[in-house]
């Protein structure tokens, strides 16, 4: 399961973007682009191919989950979750949480520190 960022994931202020463009999917891999990343938290586009995932691990912060497209299973403290597109999902700080493809799919990833 190769895990790629590109090189140059900064992205433009005060410009209008289309978010699903910004990221490409790669087969047999999960790309991620940063796109803020601050003391106080980050934002992440992730392109998942299908059949990827992450392991179950866990996070010190809650963690917002948009997806844009595609279908993704989401298991946070052993209980399955399947979100499609324009769904989200928040996942508890210290909760364990896995992923995984059910399709294809993107989602932005959004961690705010305490």
């Known amino acids: 399961m190769p895990h790629r960022e590109p ?3 900064a992205v433009p202020a005060s410009q209008a973007m289309n978010i699903a463009a910004l990221i490409d999917y790669q087969m047999g891999s999960i790309v991620s ?3 803020i990343d601050k003391k106080t938290g980050t934002v992440t586009l992730f392109a998942f191919d299908e059949g990827q995932g992450l392991s179950e691990h866990t ?3 809650d963690a917002f989950v948009h997806l ?3 279908t993704a299973e989401i298991t946070i403290s052993g209980k399955s979750i399947t979100v499609k597109g ?3 999902v928040i996942m508890p700080a210290n909760e364990p949480h896995a992923l995984r ?3 294809k799919f993107k989602m932005i990833l959004i ?3 305490q």
Do not use: S
């Open 7 to 9: 090189p140059d994931t």
């Open 111 to 113: 961690m705010i520190r």
């Open 68 to 70: 844009i497209d595609g």
């Open 33 to 35: 682009r940063t796109l």
């Open 86 to 88: 324009g769904e989200l």
């Open 101 to 103: 493809a059910l399709e």
């Open 59 to 61: 996070a010190p912060f």
